[in-house]
């Protein structure tokens, strides 16, 4: 499997950014996919997740509420939007994917990563 990741770049605090991940190498309906973030000096940490179905999504409680994640399984794409940005959402941002199965699979032990798109958020 092969995800890219891209629509990264710089922002105001306030504004608001759309990440997309496309995929390939295996039927996308069958990916669980997830979105995480690593910034300056800090571990990679989980962001959010939605299922091969696009039924169910999880989300860290640091973005609740202003990130969504979506996906057309047409278009293999899965989508980050990115609402009220704040500069501690400044981080470089890792589409994954797993086997579709239990979500929190994605969320804490991914196979495959993209590479990273940068998100930027000035204060």
Not at 30 to 52: C, H, N, Y
Not at 98 to 116: E, H, M, N, S
């Amino acid at each position: 499997v092969q995800l890219q990741a891209f629509g990264g770049g710089l922002v105001q605090a306030g504004g608001f950014l759309r990440l997309s991940c496309a995929a390939s190498g295996r039927p996308f309906a069958t990916l669980d996919m997830g979105w995480f973030r690593q910034a300056p000096g800090k571990e990679r940490e989980f962001v959010s997740a939605i299922s091969g179905s696009g039924v169910s999504r999880s989300y860290a409680d640091s973005v609740k509420g202003r990130f969504t994640i979506s996906r057309s399984n047409a278009e293999k794409l899965v989508y980050l939007q990115l609402n009220s940005l704040i500069p501690e959402d400044t981080a470089v941002y890792y589409c994954a994917a797993r086997k579709a199965g239990a979500l929190v699979a994605v969320a804490t032990r991914p196979d495959y990563w993209g590479q990273g798109t940068l998100v930027t958020v000035s204060s």
